[in-house]
Structures are given as C-alpha cells and as structure tokens.
C-alpha cells in the first residue's frame, strides 16, 4: 500500500470522527478488525463492535485534528492529533495496521489520563 494512499485513509478516518460519519468508519475498516482504545483495554473485535464503539461519541461533537505528520512504515501509519469534546483536549497517538485490500486491520490508540491538556 503506497504511503499516499494510508494518509488518505488518516485523514479520512479523521473527518470522519469529527463528523458523526460512521458510514466512513465502516468503509475504511475491515470486517475482521481490532480496535484497542487505549492501549491495554479490551479490543474491540469486528466491524459491529467497532461501529458501536464509535457511536457512542455521536453527538458528543468530537473533533480530531491533526497535530503532526502521518508516519508510514510498511502497512502501518502513525499519527498524533488531538481529540476535543466539550472544553477537554486529549493528546493521542493512533498506530493503524493495513491488510492487503487498503482496509484498517487493526488500530490501537496511545493515551493515558495524564495526556489531558
């Protein structure tokens, strides 16, 4: 997978958080994915219990941002940003697993509480 290509998808999976578009969510993953938010919680195993994961934020009027460049290395992309909700800010580092069909295989998100700004 070209290293353009995993941005895109970063990027996408951004926005889309920021925008309660859980249709995009659904299309960047893969049916068999993980999802472990954060680290050392239990994953989040197939594509039902990762769309139900995220709509918990629905509403909440999450927004990501970027706030450093996407590293690409093989088929993974790592990548910091922000997550706001309300008047709280967390810093988090995503690391994304590709499979050979471009779709995220697993994600795992590095946070803890002392990541509050």
Same mark, same amino acid.
């Given at each position: 997978m070209e290293r353009e290509?995993?941005?895109?998808?970063?990027?996408?999976?951004i926005e889309a958080l920021s925008n309660d578009d859980f @249709?995009?969510?659904? @299309?960047?993953?893969?049916? $068999?994915?993980?999802? +472990?938010?954060?680290?050392g919680s239990e994953p989040n195993e197939g594509i039902e219990a990762i769309l139900a994961f995220y709509q918990r934020l629905k509403?909440?009027?999450?927004k990501l941002e970027l706030t450093g460049g996407v590293r690409c290395a093989g088929n993974s992309a790592a990548f910091p940003f922000t997550a706001t909700v309300g008047g709280n800010t967390l810093e988090i580092i995503?690391?994304? +697993?590709? $499979?050979? +069909?471009?779709?995220?295989?697993?994600?795992?998100?590095?946070?803890?509480?002392?990541n509050r700004l």
């Open positions: 290509q995993q941005v895109a998808i970063v990027k996408r999976y @249709d995009t969510i659904k @299309d960047i993953y893969a049916d $068999n994915a993980t999802v +472990e938010d954060p680290v509403g909440l009027g999450v995503d690391v994304f +697993e590709f $499979n050979k +069909e471009g779709k995220i295989q697993s994600m795992k998100a590095y946070w803890s509480p002392e």
